[in-house]
C-alpha cells in the first residue's frame, strides 16, 4: 500500500539459518542476512549463562550494521518491540524512529503463568529491558491494540508513552475467493507457530471433547513449532503429552499463498491463545468469512464481540473452548452467518486506505518530533 501511493520502502531481516539474498516484492524492497557472531561476547555469555542476553545484543548490531550496508537514506526507520531488534538505533538516535508493539515478552511471560514469577527471571528482565528501552527512545509508537497499550500501561511498561492505535493493514480483497462455509466439513483450522502460549494442545483437548458429539469432527494445525518444552520441540511434546490426537492433523509450515487453500477447507479458526496483540491470521480468516474462536485476552476479542463475528472463552479453558466450537460446527449455515459479519467488520474497520493514512500519519510525527528533538538539542 505505501509503494502505491510513491514511498520506497525496504524491509531487513536478520536472522540466523536463513539464505542471504536481495529480492523485491510487490515492489518492497527485502533484504535477508544472518546474525553476526562475536566470539568474546558469546564466551562471555556462556559463562555467565546469558543467552538472551548475547541474542539481544547481535540481534541488535547485526540489523543496525546491515542497515548501514544498504547505503539508502532512509526518511524513517520503523521496528517492532519484540527481540528489541532496534535497540541500537534508538540509543544513536540518528534517525526518525517508530516502534511497532507487537508483544513484548514481559506481557507474554505475566498473561501465561498467571503470576509474576516467569516475568522476573533473568532472561525476561533483560528483554524486557532492551525492548522497553527501544520503545521508550523512538519518536512514535504505534500499535493494533487497545488491550495491549491497557496492560503495559498496567504494569508501568510504557511510562508516559501514548501509542497511537494504527489498524492493521489487510488487504481483504485478496480472500474474496476463499470457497463458501456451507461447504466445508466441521473442521477447525489453527494457524501460527506452535509454542506455549499460543496453547494449541487446548484445542487438542477440546477437538476430544467435540467428537463425542461430533465424530468426524477434526482440527487443522498449520505451523512450526517456535519453542522446546520439556526439552522437545513444541510438536513433539504435543504428541507425546497429549493421550487423545485423533481428529488431529499437523501440516507444519506452508506458504503464504497457501493459507486460502486451508481457510477454505475449513469452517472456522480458532486461536486458543493466552494472549495475543492483534493475530493477521484472525483478519485473514474473517476477510474469508470464517468466524473466529478465541479467548477474551486477545486484542481481536472487542471486535469479534461487537460485530458478532465469532465467540469468545476464558483462557486455559478446554472445555470452553468445546462448547463454543460446538454450535458452528454442528451448523454449515449458522457457521456462513457469522462469517458473513466476520467479513462485514474486516471490510469496514481494516480498510486498506484507512490504515494506510494513519501509518502516513504516524510517520510524519515521528519526523516532526525528531526534528523538535534535534533543534532543542542544537540550542541547548
Not at 60 to 89: K, Q, T
Request: glycine share 6%; net charge negative; aromatic share 8%.
Amino acid at each position: 500500500m505505501l509503494t502505491a501511493q510513491g514511498h520506497e520502502v525496504h524491509v531487513l531481516s536478520c536472522c540466523n539459518e536463513q539464505e542471504e539474498r536481495d529480492f523485491v516484492d510487490r515492489k518492497v524492497f527485502v533484504h535477508l542476512r544472518r546474525v553476526i557472531q562475536i566470539p568474546v561476547i558469546r564466551q562471555l555469555s556462556g559463562v555467565l549463562k546469558l543467552s538472551t542476553l548475547l541474542e539481544l545484543i547481535t540481534g541488535g548490531l547485526s540489523n543496525y550494521i546491515e542497515y548501514r550496508r544498504l547505503h539508502v537514506d532512509f526518511d524513517v526507520i520503523e521496528y517492532p518491540d519484540l527481540d528489541a531488534v532496534g535497540w541500537l538505533f534508538a540509543f544513536l538516535r540518528k534517525k526518525p524512529l517508530v516502534a511497532h508493539l507487537h508483544l513484548p515478552t514481559i506481557m507474554s511471560s505475566l498473561c501465561h503463568s498467571g503470576d509474576e514469577v516467569a516475568a522476573t527471571s533473568r532472561n525476561t528482565q533483560w528483554s524486557s529491558l532492551f525492548e522497553r528501552f527501544s520503545v521508550r527512545h523512538a519518536d512514535a509508537v504505534t500499535c493494533p491494540s487497545k488491550l495491549t497499550v491497557q496492560k503495559l500501561k498496567d504494569v508501568g511498561w510504557l511510562g508516559k508513552i501514548e501509542p497511537v492505535i494504527v489498524p492493521q493493514c489487510l488487504n481483504w480483497s485478496d480472500w474474496q475467493s476463499t470457497a463458501p462455509v456451507e461447504n466445508t466439513p466441521p473442521t477447525v483450522l489453527y494457524l501460527g507457530w506452535l509454542g506455549m502460549n499460543k496453547a494449541p494442545e487446548l484445542l487438542v483437548e477440546a477437538i476430544s471433547i467435540v467428537r463425542e458429539k461430533i465424530p468426524d469432527a477434526k482440527a487443522i494445525f498449520v505451523g512450526e513449532s517456535l519453542e522446546y518444552r520439556n526439552g522437545l520441540p513444541y510438536i513433539e511434546w504435543l504428541k507425546k503429552s497429549q493421550p487423545d490426537l485423533s481428529g488431529c492433523e499437523f501440516a507444519h509450515y506452508i506458504p503464504h499463498d497457501q493459507v486460502i487453500d486451508f481457510i477454505s477447507s475449513s469452517r472456522l479458526l480458532a486461536m486458543p491463545s493466552w494472549f495475543e496483540n492483534y493475530p493477521m491470521a484472525a483478519l485473514e480468516a474473517m476477510a474469508g468469512g470464517r468466524p473466529v474462536v478465541t479467548t477474551s485476552t486477545t486484542g481481536i476479542a472487542e471486535l469479534i464481540k461487537n460485530a458478532d463475528a465469532g465467540q469468545l472463552f476464558s483462557s486455559g479453558d478446554p472445555n470452553g473452548l468445546a462448547d463454543v466450537l460446538l454450535p458452528f460446527l454442528l451448523d454449515a449455515g449458522h457457521a456462513a452467518k457469522i462469517g458473513r459479519n466476520a467479513r462485514k467488520a474486516v471490510c469496514e474497520v481494516h480498510d486498506p486506505d484507512r490504515s494506510l493514512a494513519q501509518r502516513e500519519m504516524v510517520y510524519q510525527q515521528a519526523i516532526g518530533n525528531f526534528e523538535k528533538r534535534r533543534y532543542i538539542t542544537a540550542h541547548k
